[in-house]
T-cell receptor, first 110, second 113 residues
Framework: DAKTTQPPSMDCAEGRAANLPCNHS???????VYWYRQIHSQGPQYIIH???NNETNEMASLIITEDRKSSTLILPHATLRDTAVYYC???????????FGPGTRLSVLP | GAGVSQSPRYKVAKRGQDVALRCDPI?????LFWYQQALGQGPEFLTY????????KSGLPSDRFFAERPEGSVSTLKIQRTQQEDSAVYLC???????????FGPGTRLLVL
């Protein structure tokens, strides 16, 4: 079973920030938080990952709470092309298979 | 650079037919994973290779499923005597030894009639 829980769906207005939450209350000290997204009919696309510090790249920002029991993926200016299913995964960073939950279906609305 | 590629992208098989799905990982990537994704679900793990060694095949649903990676690069997932419940998207992912982020291919969509 997935070690994360996410809301099944969210809407966001185009141009606004999309904040996607994820709970991982049983995360272990050596487990990373990964975020992927899957646009219809494509393979999952890597977005970002982190251990305990907040991370930012060209796609998104990842905010991890101090107790590491939850995190938020932030897409700063959502576009229609960001409509996808977003998966939050916790994983030890040494070649273990990912355990996907059902993810959050984000709809960016014009 | 080139990402993970998979072929064929679509496969229609008659029930009972054998199929072979190919994965070309990113060059130099040591780890290779196969996942199965049913409609409306998240991907589920099938099997894992490190170089040519199959280290974990705990997710293979039956002995009709077989995977190989004989030279530590290209991998083939074979399904014998396909059944309708095998209809799914089969995803391949690879990762390097230094950075364990997995990069996924586009998947092969298998439909068994």
């Amino acid at each position: 079973d997935a070690k994360t829980t996410q809301p099944p769906s969210m809407d966001c207005a185009e141009g606004r920030a999309a904040n996607l939450p994820c709970n991982h209350s049983t995360i272990s000290g050596n487990e990373y938080v990964y975020w992927y997204r899957q646009i219809h009919s494509q393979g999952p696309q890597y977005i970002i990952h982190g251990l305990k510090n907040n991370e930012t790249n060209e796609m998104a920002s990842l905010i991890i709470t101090e107790d590491r029991k939850s995190s938020t993926l932030i897409l700063p200016h959502a576009t229609l092309r960001d409509t996808a299913v977003y998966y939050c995964i916790v994983n030890p960073n040494y070649g273990q298979n990912f355990v996907f939950g059902p993810g959050t279906r984000l709809s960016v609305l014009p | 650079g080139a990402g993970v590629s998979q072929s064929p992208r679509y496969k229609v098989a008659k029930r009972g037919q054998d199929v072979a799905l190919r994965c070309d990982p990113i060059s130099g990537h040591v780890s290779l994973f196969w996942y199965q994704q049913a409609l409306g679900q998240g991907p589920e793990f099938l099997t894992y290779f490190q170089n040519e060694a199959q280290l974990d095949k705990s997710g293979l649903p039956s002995d009709r499923f077989f995977a190989e990676r004989p030279e530590g690069s290209v991998s083939t997932l074979k399904i014998q005597r396909t059944q309708q419940e095998d209809s799914a998207v089969y995803l391949c992912a690879s990762s390097s030894q230094e950075q364990e982020t997995q990069y996924f291919g586009p998947g092969t969509r298998l439909l068994v009639l």
